[in-house]
């Protein structure tokens, strides 16, 4: 599966920015999904994962109760709506697709496919 995500920007603190993640080649409901992102100088990192199904989601303690993970498996999508944007939040976004149904994984190693990447800068 091909991911490629969108969305990214400047955007004040405070402010709101709404990343896409859409998917090609398979269909996105055959996989678990999450986002991470890696700010300059620093690993990369969990934020927000979602099932299959869009039953279960979770978030990074970082970003809970500012971010939202969703889905829209018939339009091949995900999408990570951010919400009250720290300037912390700065960094390049990631999704991903994982084959492992078992487990909604918060770690990198669960994950097979990867987008390019979107950069979110918050200024202050």
């Known amino acids: 599966v091909q991911l490629q995500a969108s969305g990214g920007g400047l955007v004040q603190a405070g402010g709101s920015l709404r990343l896409s993640c859409a998917a090609s080649?398979?269909?996105?409901?055959?996989?678990?999904m999450g986002w991470f992102r890696q700010a300059p100088g620093k690993e990369r990192e969990f934020v927000a994962a979602?099932?299959?199904?869009?039953?279960?989601?979770y978030y990074a303690d970082s970003v809970k109760g500012r971010f939202t993970i969703s889905r829209d498996n018939a339009k091949n999508t995900v999408y990570l709506q951010m919400n009250s944007l720290k300037p912390e939040d700065t960094a390049v976004y990631y999704c991903a697709a994982s084959g492992v149904w078992s487990v909604v994984g918060t770690g990198a190693e669960y994950y097979d496919y990867w987008g390019q990447g979107t950069l979110v800068t918050v200024s202050s």
């Open positions: 080649g398979r269909t996105l409901s055959r996989y678990n």
């Open positions: 979602i099932s299959w199904g869009g039953g279960s989601t």
